[in-house]
């Protein structure tokens, strides 16, 4: 079985312009959750999604946005980089919002000049 | 608020045993998990905790007390390949995972 792949995995704006991230879970879970590395922050937690709704969301500005698909991919936007933003951008994948074992995808390096 | 502690690093000999300690203090509790994560790769799950008690998987043993707080990761017979960062991580009352910041396991030869 795949595992969650992440597109793309490097990634180099201009701070003010805006991104967008895609995230494929494995075949058959439901849920997605991103969340934003930084060295020495640890992962901070940015939303959930299951069955195309949000169902939680972490403490980040309304720059950071995020939707589901029907088919359980996912994507997340960022508008009007700043240099902050720059990190490691995981997805993790589960089979639902019980079993919470989560699959984490490669991530996408995302560096703002 | 909601906060998980982890020492930041840690070192160990080769061939050793090693606690890595974690409290937390949450709203609701769902169970515990510990990851792995070598330098630039993702995390990988390593151990689920709901109840009290000790799980043991190979050389990887998990250890919770709901009453304290606390949980520990106990690795045995330490190899290189065990260099990495260690995270702790809680599953609140509404599913969502509030992490600690990790722990950078250090292996001596």
């Known amino acids: 079985k795949a595992g969650v792949t992440q597109t793309p995995r490097y990634l180099i704006k201009t701070r003010g312009q805006q991104v967008t991230l895609s995230c494929s879970p494995i075949?058959?879970?439901?849920?997605v959750s991103w969340y934003q590395q930084t060295p020495g922050q640890g992962l901070q937690f940015l939303f959930e999604?299951?069955?195309?709704?949000?169902?939680n969301k972490g403490n980040f500005p309304g720059r950071f946005s995020g939707r589901q698909f029907s088919n359980s991919r996912s994507e997340m936007n960022v508008s009007t980089l700043e240099l902050g933003d720059s990190a490691l951008y995981l997805c993790?994948?589960?089979?639902?919002?019980?079993?919470?074992?989560?699959?984490f995808g490669p991530g996408t390096r995302l560096t703002v000049t | 608020g909601q906060n998980i502690d982890q020492p930041t690093e840690m070192t160990a000999t080769e061939g050793a045993i090693v606690q890595i300690n974690c409290t937390y203090q949450?709203?609701?509790?769902?169970?515990l998990f510990w990851y792995q994560q070598h330098a630039g790769e993702a995390p990988t799950f390593l151990s689920y905790?709901?109840l009290d008690g000790l799980e043991e998987k190979g050389r990887f043993s998990s250890f919770l007390s709901r009453s304290k707080g606390y949980s520990y990761l106990l690795l045995k017979e330490l190899q290189m390949k065990d260099s990495a960062s260690y995270l702790c991580?809680?599953?609140?009352?509404?599913?969502?995972?509030?992490w600690g910041a990790g722990t950078k396991l250090i292996i001596k030869p």
């Open positions: 949450t709203s609701g509790f769902n169970g």
């Open positions: 075949s058959g879970h439901r849920s």
């Open positions: 905790n709901v």
């Open positions: 993790a994948s589960s089979l639902d919002r019980v079993h919470y074992e989560q699959y």
């Open positions: 991580a809680v599953a609140g009352s509404n599913y969502q995972l509030i």
């Open positions: 999604y299951f069955s195309e709704t949000q169902r």
